[in-house]
């Protein structure tokens, strides 16, 4: 049954090594450097000639919301160019967190995007995968990479997510950011990728209609709404004014059930122009990138975390990059940084894209992703700090401490404020005047 817990040895075999893989840091450190050899040699990071001779330190990595995570310090027989000793182990089971626990299915496009890397020119930075495996029935996988070494040599200090306000020009790393989506998506829709996308990350149009939907009855989504409502009057520091006021909630009220009815017919419109479809990274916020400056002083960046990587609208893949940033970003800059976006697409050899429809692909993924997920955000968040209530503001230090209710207020108040601004219920209008 898919989703069944491993044996108890913690070793499930790998759907396309066939080793016995690790679940867990024991697990790991019991396979040794026996398991690490064969892991390596299997996916032609370390030469035949060579073995590991011996795990050493195994520090846990704390952070990111799915899967446990480890630094590991490796001995070799032999050293090779560009083979390190401190790698970085990810799993994507995490057996002492239900909730890390419950994303185990997402490294399973990531272990297949550490293929495709490993075997094309891939157009941008990522960490050099060592090794990748993945056990479908258990969703139960591992991945081995390099480390990146955030705030030593040219590299940054790495940027927690939704915490702009400590960062001295978050604009500049946004469009760094898009630069770098924009690569991968048009070396994809040039071919520069060869066939490897279509056999590793084939596009099926119903299956991708079909997913995320709004998992919700017209009764349970009133529930979750009066719900949000209510936390919102009593937490009304924590959010724009814009949704705190109570026709705002009136409005939402009304128009929610809308989405819910159409929803068949906005995941057909947002999966039917193959020019905006293409393989990309799904979640590109700032936590997820590393950034250095090249000798003339301009920035760039490398991507990491390709959890969930898959082809997609692309106007996902730029809310998955922008949903950290604060609202300013949002109100003053998102036309330039779209404009930024498209235009880098088309200089890398990928199609040329309409702005305005990239907004409007984005207001329509936004409300039906908005109203399946993040309008449970007042559940998660009293979970993580049952006292937001007395919460000062969203720069709150307590608030601010707690990376998962950070998170959480901070997207969901902008999917609320993104209702009050953009108009979802015109942008479904349109749509369904298109369709009549």
Known sequence: MAGAPPSAAHFVRGDASGLQIPTDAATLAAGGAAFLTEALHSFGTLARDNRVTRIGDMQPCIGGSTGSKLFVTLEYARPEPGLDREVFVKFSRDFKDFLRDRGRHEMESEVRFAELSALTNFPIAIPRPYFADYHADSQS?????????????????????????????PLACYRVVLSALARVAAAHKSGRL?????RLFPFCREAAIAADRIPWSAAELAERIARYADFVEACPRLFPEEVRAPD?????????PRFLEHQQAIKRFLHKDDDYIALCHWNANIDNGWFWRDGA???????MDWGRVRQLNLAFALWGCLNGAPLWVWSDRLDELLDHFVDELQRHGGPRLDRNRLRLYMDL???TMGLAFLIEAPMRILRYLPEAPAMTGPLDPRLLACERARNQRHISSLFLWLWHRHDFSASLDAILKQNT
């Open 141 to 169: 996988g591992i991945l081995v990479t390099e480390v990146i070494r955030f705030g030593t040599g040219a590299i940054e200090p790495q940027f927690e997510k939704c915490m702009d306000h400590t960062i001295t020009d």
């Open 194 to 198: 060869g066939g490897e996308v279509e």
């Open 248 to 256: 705002f909630w009136t409005r939402l009220k009304a128009e929610a």
């Open 297 to 303: 002083g301009a920035l760039h960046c490398g991507l």
């Open 365 to 367: 993924y936004v409300a």
